[in-house]
Nanobody, 126 residues
Framework: QVHVVESGGGLVQAGGSRRLSCAASGRTFSIYTMGWFRQAPGKEREFVSGLAWTTGTTYYADSVKGRFTISRDIANNTVSLQMTSLRPEDTAVYYC???????????????????WGQGTQVTVSS
């Protein structure tokens, strides 16, 4: 079992920044990919960013490319999402997820992930 807990959400003004953190515990040695998804009211859950745990290879959705940065801390089994130049359209519940399947790249689909956090709310006001 892998346990995932995310934190760091809150209220931010448009143009501001916020850093989300995700801590993994349990059988963390089994993790192949970790990523962030988000879901806004009335919309489908969408991929935001992900990384291959062992190599550090990263991937970003076009909507956040150049504004968000994903990073890992191997020693502490954590992954972070640094968000800058935030827009009201970034408002959503953000979920961290861990995937175990050796898919050969960064997981970008929900089915690539096996364990999910409870989510943390990010609200961007204009």
């Amino acid at each position: 079992q892998v346990h995932v807990v995310e934190s760091g959400g809150g209220l931010v003004q448009a143009g501001g920044s916020r850093r989300l953190s995700c801590a993994a515990s349990g059988r963390t040695f089994s993790i192949y990919t970790m990523g962030w998804f988000r879901q806004a009211p009335g919309k489908e859950r969408e991929f935001v960013s992900g990384l291959a745990w062992t190599t550090g290879t990263t991937y970003y959705a076009d909507s956040v490319k150049g504004r968000f940065t994903i990073s890992r801390d191997i020693a502490n089994n954590t992954v972070s999402l640094q968000m800058t130049s935030l827009r009201p359209e970034d408002t959503a519940v953000y979920y961290c997820a861990a995937g175990l399947a050796p898919i050969g790249g960064v997981g970008i689909r929900q089915v690539d992930y096996d364990y999910w956090g409870q989510g943390t709310q990010v609200t961007v006001s204009s």
